[in-house]
Structures are given as C-alpha cells and as structure tokens.
T-cell receptor, first 111, second 115 residues
Framework: LAKTTQPISMDSYEGQEVNITCSHN???????ITWYQQFPSQGPRFIIQ???TKVTNEVASLFIPADRKSSTLSLPRVSLSDTAVYYC????????????FGSGTQLTVLP | EAGVVQSPRYKIIEKKQPVAFWCNPI?????LYWYLQNLGQGPELLIR????????DSQLPKDRFSAERLKGVDSTLKIQPAELGDSAVYLC?????????????FGAGTRLSVL
C-alpha cells in the first residue's frame, strides 16, 4: 500500500498559522488527498480534500505542489480548540490506500 | 442532517463473552465502514460494505468477528468470543461516492473494554 509520512507531533501557540506537511511519494495519477481531524473520544472529521494546486475552505487550506508528492495542510490562526490529531490520506474512492490512516500528527496548541 | 449513529458508546465485558455494536449510517450513504482504533494509533479498516455486499473484509478476523448489513442500511459488528486484545474503539463510517472523492463521515465510536 502507498504510504504517507507525517510528523508525529507539532506544537504551536494560539493565533499562529500552522502548517502540517504530508509526504506521499507513491501517489497515483487519479489519487485525491484528504485530511481528517480527530478529537479525543470522537471519530475523525473531514477537513479538506484536493487534487492539485490549492484548495481553501472555511477552516483550512491545502497546498499541493505540481509533482503532488507532498501536501501541506494550513490552519490559519489556530486556537486551543484546534488541538487534535490530523491524518493525511491519499487514494481514490474504494481503494485500500484511501482508507489507510497511519498514525497522524498530534497538534498541540498552547496558550 | 443526522450524522452516523453508533451504540453503545461504551461496553465493558469479561473475556470470552460475546459483544455486538450497532451502526446507523447517514441516510442515502451506500458505503459503510467498520474500523478499529487502538490508543495512539489511526483507525484500521475491518470491513467495507457497498450496499449489502461486503466488498473488503480482508482485515476482519473471521474466526471471532462477524458483520452484517441488512437491507443496505444499518450494520452490526459482532465479536464472539471477545479476547483481552480486542479492547479498543470501534468506529463506523459511511460515505456517498461522488466520483473518486469519497468523503467519509464517522460516528463517535464504541469503546470496548474486555476484562
């Protein structure tokens, strides 16, 4: 299965912009890149999805370079409530890779 | 719109006892997933349904785990008999396939403790 690599943990302070990078060297032509957020005692929650260049929604931006071998989730002006685990997944609908979560990145936002 | 509903939220049983988890997916979602999540790790897929059909159950320990999805809606995951190592959070998710995007929506999970 294609493997994604993320930092295990990151710390930030309230009000800062946080960038979490995911490496996916084996990404296939048709694969999408999807990020999920998980709080303790909850299931993962969809944040953002993209295929190339830049995608922005009300909570985050996703930057994907031309070679698509990595992606960066950008969280603007984080707050304490953004403390969570963030997962990067790649794949297309129905593929096993799209359903492989890995260990994620624990983001801790400090006051 | 109601989200994915799972019950119970917590379950404590003794080893060798049976246990069942129930999941009600989002209305209209044809794909349903069961995941297992151990502490400090990401979710691991156990089984995936497309409507009533289990299309990927390669990670399901079939000697003790079973699942069903009657009429392509609700689903039940069963463990019989439970072992100490089965203590984990069991997550259910559903999705409605839109091209290749397939965004999953998760329930809150059932935390199982086997004593």
């Amino acid at each position: 299965l294609a493997k994604t690599t993320q930092p295990i943990s990151m710390d930030s302070y309230e009000g800062q912009e946080v960038n979490i990078t995911c490496s996916h060297n084996n990404i296939a032509t048709n694969d999408y890149i999807t990020w999920y957020q998980q709080f303790p005692s909850q299931g993962p929650r969809f944040i953002i999805q993209g295929y190339k260049t830049k995608v922005t929604n009300e909570v985050a931006s996703l930057f994907i370079p031309a070679d698509r071998k990595s992606s960066t989730l950008s969280l603007p002006r984080v707050s304490l409530s953004d403390t969570a685990v963030y997962y990067c997944l790649v794949g297309i609908s129905g593929s096993a890779r799209q359903l492989t979560f890995g260990s994620g990145t624990q983001l801790t936002v400090l006051p | 719109e109601a989200g994915v509903v799972q019950s119970p939220r917590y379950k404590i049983i003794e080893k060798k006892q049976p246990v069942a988890f129930w999941c009600n997916p989002i209305s209209g979602h044809n794909t349903l997933y069961w995941y297992l999540q151990n502490l400090g790790q990401g979710p691991e897929l156990l089984i995936r349904y497309e409507n009533e059909e289990a299309v990927d159950d390669s990670q399901l320990p079939k000697d003790r785990f079973s699942a069903e999805r009657l009429k392509g809606v609700d689903s039940t995951l069963k463990i019989q008999p439970a072992e100490l190592g089965d203590s984990a959070v069991y997550l259910c998710a559903s999705s409605h396939r839109t091209g290749d995007k397939n965004i999953q929506y998760f329930g809150a999970g059932t935390r199982l403790s086997v004593l």
